[in-house]
């Protein structure tokens, strides 16, 4: 795997940077070459019979969580130095991160996820049926690619690595260049937790460098991966996934616009909540999450500029905040200017550079029949990653669906209702969450998108380019992604794995003979 | 839509052929232009409301089966015409497509597909738990390609066709050019059903043409494909699929081997039966299944050579066939050709030309050493349409390991195993279902592959390139692959769809704050 001619390659050091600063802190790894990405591969594959038994995952996924917990301050303070997003928030995070663990190991014990079936013989059907048993096997060695804007809960110690773990799948993480010492951190207490439980510790290995994320996704004992970050990214690696020989599910998730509709009801009932809580939901981690609402449609008229006016004032009061890493901050800027010099776009608070290296926060606003159709405003449908939002001023309800049909797909999509609204009169309600729900993995009504809760009825995923595939990152359901279903026709019960056996052994939820048992 | 230069487009032809004589029958219809695609797509998309109730899909379904049988004299014999498999094999098809379209009622009814799950809103958890309220909803306009070897049970009215429409897509079919007479009659009496239940007939349109194929898996309108046949064939859609500016699923069946292992002891015990069984199988249907054994490993020596003479036996007295088309009967002579004459292989019983446009059945062997290793003769591990297998003689388990290890992903493997082993005595039956089942998605014990039961714990499909995805094209959980998730999170009582709501008007199995109900 070395460059032709011999050459040995130099080793590119990987440095953890102060985004507050620009300032590098230290050197914390090399960038994997082609070399170590085949070798973590091997080692992860070979792992695979130690994963497969149920109770060490258990036992992993909880001893996991703990050893983050161990860890827990020196891993906030790595992530804060490096991703500036504060240790209040990031201790939610790691809460998150540590409840996810322990959440797909109660899915392990739980065991629905298997999704047992079984149909006795039946020799009275024509034709005759035979012994069919069919449950969900892991489908082998994932990789997983780190977030930047969650340097725990998606990223190596995150939601993807925790359910392929549940699964049963050994885990290669890239990680992403904004976190590397956090990751290093992460992937360590991981390391000691399969050791802790008897497992080898390659059932998770953390690599460094862009082109290390490149031949992983190529490798050949790569059997699925995850991925959470640009659509530009995002695109290329599903393009290289599906290009294989032996071609991948890539679960990835790209960008999402997260459209909200406020009804004039709403904005007549609630214009100063609305635009308090939108100036909240859209600075939160400095416009840094994938669910951050970043198109709102309200009213033209004097509800609307109630509702306008408020945002305005608690938009002006935000902190500046830093931004991830550099370049990060430069395309936010340009992002930004490029927008509003778009015709008819005004911005009553103007995002911008903020002393150092903060930016600060902004909103723009453009009538809805500049988006009605094909045209240079098309610019505004586009994900602006950080603190700026898009306020579409529409007259009519025409106006909204017109836009609504022209959107790309989306992670979430938001409703803000009046009250008779929401108790069903008039029809208004229904209509608009029949419009949303085709262009969204999450509906919500007079709520915000930002947080994503971690349980079973989540669904953290949508139309293309929200995700690449019908899955769910976060939640519960988040485990399917990894595995694979088998049957057994007719074999001997001495040779049936126990989740397959008459007795149930496991005590698994399942369908027998079309009957549900629990 | 038209070609540049504003050309009228000649309308192309499309005969009906006897493969029997190589003539001509009958001209059914002409190749869809991409004006004619279009208009299809988009007809079909315009039935999505009226598809999204459900009890008119289940009687759609079930008057559809009720059309398919009314109409069964004329489908079989145009069916028999075109295909040459015979009325009764046809006979037996039409019963499972029929059967097929009824268990999707059942399903649709039962509503278990829809994976609802709702998680109260929870205050005291931090962080607070909005309410959650989690099922699936349907696609879009699925893109059906038909088979050439299932002219009903895997085309027109087959179980792409079936799923999709309960799980609420509909469907543009692209019909198979071997059988477009039976694509016809199968397409109207669908349509007739659609009408006789309330439905517009575009729910269900069938269309004719190569160019036709390629245009449909572009269509912007189209969200998901499936498709049952060739590696080339389906890997060209896939790739078409993946490369479009929104990716959509496809769900391939390409091709599998099937592989066979006999032990020892099944050979010392069940030769005869063995032989007998193998020669059955791999004849059914003139070869023409995707399911055929066409790698079976035997044991060297006198109980395998006992196996070989009880196959050489029936293998002689099995009565040329016809195969589906005549370009398929040259890809199988010179197939067998090829393999043939190769070094150290020998052909017991010679597949080749028989009278008129038959073809005789006949199976190669070959020592387990030979594919030890990449080389020449891995075109032996390559799947071969038509009525031939090859018989791998193996010395000792090792040389099994080695072989499977170097086996592409197949939709079946199957075990012949002595009655100790069966009984778990030894080790070796265990052994080799764990080598076995990485490799295949249905994994047989003292059977064979070909006949797969329609049922809920059935799964047909499995590692690449036997199927592009981890689904099933056969049985209940067939009908996910044309659902996404969509959650809807604090939605007012009033406004959520009846399988969300508390008081389960539907009756829905659901799990609910984590209890299963059902």
């Known amino acids: 795997m070395r460059p032709a001619g011999g050459a040995i390659p130099v080793a590119v050091p990987v440095w953890s940077v102060d985004p507050r600063t620009g300032k590098q802190r230290e050197q914390v790894a090399t960038e994997a070459t082609a070399a170590e990405v085949d070798a973590a591969v091997r080692a992860a594959h070979a792992t695979r019979a130690a994963l497969a038994d149920r109770d060490t995952r258990i036992a992993l996924l909880r001893a996991a969580a703990d050893q983050l917990e161990a860890d827990g301050e020196a891993i906030i303070a790595a992530a804060d130095a490096e991703t500036a997003l504060g240790t209040t928030r990031l201790t939610g995070e790691l809460g998150r991160t540590t409840g996810q663990l322990r959440a797909f190991a109660d899915e392990v014990a739980d065991g629905g996820y298997l999704d047992v079936i079984i149909d006795h013989a039946d020799g009275s059907l024509t034709p005759p049926r035979p012994d069919l048993r069919r449950y969900k096997i892991p489908l082998g060695v994932a990789a997983v690619y780190s977030a930047s804007n969650f340097p725990l809960a998606f990223s190596v110690p995150g939601g993807d690595t925790a359910s392929a773990l549940a699964a049963g799948c050994p885990v290669v993480v890239k990680a992403h260049p904004d976190h590397p010492a956090t990751s290093e951190l992460a ?121 306008l006016a408020a945002l305005t004032k608690k938009v002006g009061e935000a902190a500046p905040g830093v931004l991830l890493d550099g370049r990060m901050r430069e395309a936010f800027l340009a992002g930004v200017r490029e927008r509003a010099a778009l015709d008819g776009v005004e911005t009553p608070v103007a995002a911008g550079p903020g002393e150092a290296n903060t930016v600060a926060a902004g909103f723009l606003t453009v009538d809805a029949d500049r988006l009605a159709a094909e045209g240079a405003h098309d610019l505004l449908l586009e994900e602006c990653f950080g603190p700026v939002t898009v306020i579409v001023r529409y007259a009519d309800a025409d106006q909204v669906t017109a836009v609504l049909s022209r959107l790309p797909g989306n992670l979430t999509a938001t409703l803000h209702l009046g009250e008779a609204e929401g108790a069903g009169e ?37 139309p293309y380019p929200a995700t690449t595939s019908t899955s769910t990152s976060v939640g519960a359901t988040a485990i399917e992604r990894w595995l694979r279903p088998v049957t057994y026709q007719s074999a001997p019960p001495a040779l049936l794995p126990p989740e397959l056996r008459d007795d149930n052994p496991l005590g698994l939820p399942r369908r027998v003979d079309g009957r549900r048992e629990h």
């Not at 309600?429 to 349980?455: C, F, K, S």
Request: charged share 15%; net charge negative; with cysteine.
């Open 426 to 462: 008039g029809g208004q309600g229904g209509r608009l969450l029949a419009e949303l729900t085709p262009i969204a993995g999450r509906i919500l009504v007079n709520g915000w998108p930002t947080g994503v809760a971690v349980t079973a009825a989540q669904h953290h995923g949508g």
């Open 187 to 307: 992937g360590a207490a991981l390391r000691r937790a399969a050791a802790q439980v008897g497992l080898p510790e390659d059932v998770i290995t953390v690599l460094h460098g862009f082109e290390a994320g490149v031949e992983l996704i190529k490798h050949p004992l790569v059997s699925a991966a995850g991925f959470t970050g640009s659509i530009r990214g995002g695109r290329a690696l599903f393009d290289a996934a599906a290009a294989r020989p032996t071609p991948i599910p890539f679960y990835g998730e790209l960008g999402s616009l997260n459209p909200v509709v406020v009804t004039e009801a709403a904005a007549v009932e609630r214009a100063g909540e609305i635009g308090g809580g939108l100036a909240g939901s859209m600075t939160m981690g400095v416009g840094q999450f994938c669910t951050k609402p970043g198109l709102v449609f309200a009213p033209a008229g004097g509800a609307g500029d109630e509702l």
